[in-house]
C-alpha cells in the first residue's frame, strides 16, 4: 500500500448513497460496524463512498433485490480536504481473486488494519464492480476525520428500469424507404 501526497490545491469530492433515516451521520461508519463490508469486518467502523456518483450509485444498488428498491434514497456529497492522510491499494498489490463474491476474508483484514493501525483518514481501494475506478473509505476515529466535510444531502432520483420496473419496449417494426421494397 502506498501512502499519497497530493498535488491538488481543492478538496476531492466523494459520494455516498444510502436511506434517509440514516442520512443524519451519513459517515460514521455505522453499517460497516454492524455488517462488514468487502474491506472490513463487522465491528470496524469505515465509511464507504465512492468518487464518482455513479459508482456511489452501483456500489449501493449491487445489494438490493429488484422488487424491493427503496423510495427514500439520499445522496451524501462530502470534501475531502487536499492534505488528509491517505493510503492507496493498487490492484496488483491483491490476490487475483479480490473481485469474487462474496469477498475473500483477506480483504477485510487490509481495512480492519488500517483502521487499527490508524496511521491514515483515507484509504483509496479499487471497486470489485468497475477496478478502474475507486471507493474512498473513511475512517471516522482518525483525528483528521473531522476535517471531512458534508456538502451537500440530496434526495436521489434514479431511473425505474434500474430495477426492472419497466417493461421491456417491444421493438418496432424498420420503415423503409418506397425505393426499398
Known sequence: ????????????????????????????GEGAYRYGGRWSSAGTRLAYTSEHQSLAMLEYFVHLDADDAPPDLVLVTAEIPFDLPTERVAVDELPSHWRRSPAPAELARIGDEFVRKAEHCVLIVPSALAPNENNWLLNPQHASFRRVVVSKIEPLS?????????????RKPVIRNRQDR
Do not use: I, N
Open 1 to 28: 500500500m502506498t501512502q499519497l501526497h497530493s498535488k491538488q490545491l481543492y478538496p476531492t469530492q466523494v459520494y455516498r448513497v444510502l436511506r434517509k433515516a440514516f442520512a443524519r451521520s451519513p459517515l460514521d
Open 158 to 170: 434514479y431511473d425505474a428500469r434500474m430495477f426492472g420496473a419497466q417493461r421491456r419496449r417491444q
